[in-house]
């Protein structure tokens, strides 16, 4: 069948289906979870040799190297994988949850109850364990998922889907609960996104490009974010091996993450005594250094910074580095450069931390750690379903809540109004 009629299938299987999982019980739910945790471990061999596959190809194909590094599967990722769907099984179910039920003067209960969204669908790049992690959260908040991966990993997705609809049966739970699309045309991304009898929200996860795509043809709501400049700043009242160590996290653990740190910032009054050291420390790493003027003087080997540089996200062995007056002056830089996805401040002071946590206008703020904890399985999510950096429906990393809706509830005792 072409295209948009396969879609069209996929969405109305969904939207069926939607209606099961938002009834299913938690205990049927969490069998489902449990199911494709121990499918995932049996066919671990499967999967990686699936992906193999995958990696190949990519590598003939001239993928780089940071998109190599997302689509590699180890033995290691596979257990996470499995970890990741037993521990969004341990988690409270939110679905059903009453809240803030108030007595009226009228003799009525007013008060929300949580609900799932009903179909999510699902566009990410790469990454195979997405599938995974997308099946689990979307499941457990009660929603059907129309997950589309791309096409450098589609061997893996599929042998993931494989488990996914082994753990689904195993629970009696339809298994067109999560479809995983088989079609690698473009196409049917542009049908996703345009379906709103049938989808209910989308997610992309992926480069800019993709995003950017989604987010114009999308007829449904949309929970994204574009990049991932993130900052580290060194306050004035920073201690020294904390700033080390917590920027050389943020940045050279991984290089090719959204929450990677991409720019420096350091307080004029430390910047003599801390500016060269962690410099060196990035250089060891093979990090390129773009400053500012005031840092070219202190760190011979940076190149000098455009105002592009104080907005890039690089995915890359390369960093902005800037010398600031204080706190507030940081907080400008950060609220005029950054994409509201996560920024840290190394300091001693408590009002400055306090300051930097309420005027950082983020996704994630932080005091003291690296900017790479801005995830969801760091944030006890146990897993996250992306990152976003709107302000509305759902903000940072996104798990069983931000795949949820609230609705006014009535309780009466045949009450009329008057």
């Known amino acids: 069948m072409d295209v948009k009629t396969y879609m069209q299938q996929v969405g109305r299987q969904a939207r069926e289906a939607s209606r099961a999982t938002a009834r299913a019980s938690t205990a049927a739910k969490n069998t489902a979870l449990l199911a494709m945790a121990q499918a995932i471990r049996e066919r671990r061999d499967e999967l990686l040799a699936a992906n193999a596959a995958d990696v190949a190809d990519a590598r003939n194909n001239g993928l780089d190297a940071a998109m190599i590094d997302r689509l590699t599967l180890t033995e290691k990722s596979v257990e996470a994988m499995a970890q990741g769907l037993e521990q969004v099984a341990a988690l409270p179910d939110p679905i059903g949850e009453i809240t803030d039920m108030k007595r009226r003067p009228s003799g009525i209960q007013v008060g929300k109850m949580r609900v799932p969204l009903g179909v999510v669908g699902i566009i990410y790049e790469a990454r195979p364990n997405v599938t995974a992690d997308a099946a689990a959260l979307c499941l457990k908040s009660g929603n059907a998922a129309i997950l589309r991966g791309g096409k450098e990993s589609l061997r893996a997705n599929q042998a993931i889907a494989a488990c996914v609809r082994a753990g ?29 009898e049938y989808v209910d929200v989308i997610v992309p996860r992926g480069g800019k490009g993709l995003i950017e795509r989604i987010s114009k043809e999308a007829r449904v709501p949309v929970i994204k974010h574009l990049d991932g400049n993130c900052h580290v700043y060194v306050d004035d009242a920073a201690d020294a091996g904390k700033a080390l160590r917590i920027l050389e996290n943020s940045k050279t653990q991984r290089l090719g993450t959204c929450n990677t740190a991409e720019s420096l910032l350091i307080a004029r009054p430390v910047a003599v005594s801390l500016a060269p050291t962690l410099c060196a420390m990035l250089g060891r790493h093979g990090v390129a250094i773009r400053g500012c003027e005031e840092t070219r003087k202190l760190v011979p080997q940076a190149i000098a910074a455009t105002e592009e540089d104080w907005y890039a996200e690089y995915l890359a062995a390369i960093i902005s580095v800037k010398i600031v007056a204080d706190v507030g002056e940081a907080i400008e830089h950060i609220n005029t450069y950054s994409s509201q996805h996560t920024d840290t401040i190394v300091t001693e002071n408590y009002t400055n931390a306090m300051r930097f946590l309420r005027e950082v206008d983020s996704g994630s703020v932080m005091v003291n750690a690296s900017t790479r904890f801005a995830d969801g399985f760091e944030y006890g999510l146990g897993a996250e379903i992306g990152i976003s950096t709107d302000k509305f429906h759902a903000r940072g990393p996104v798990g069983l809540e931000g795949l949820t809706s609230q609705k006014w509830i009535v309780l009466g005792d045949g009450e009329v109004r008057s």
């Open 168 to 196: 689904l049966k195993a629970a009696g739970l339809p298994e067109t609960a999560v479809q995983v699309i088989e079609t690698t045309d473009r196409a049917a991304v542009g049908h996703l996104v345009a379906m709103p």
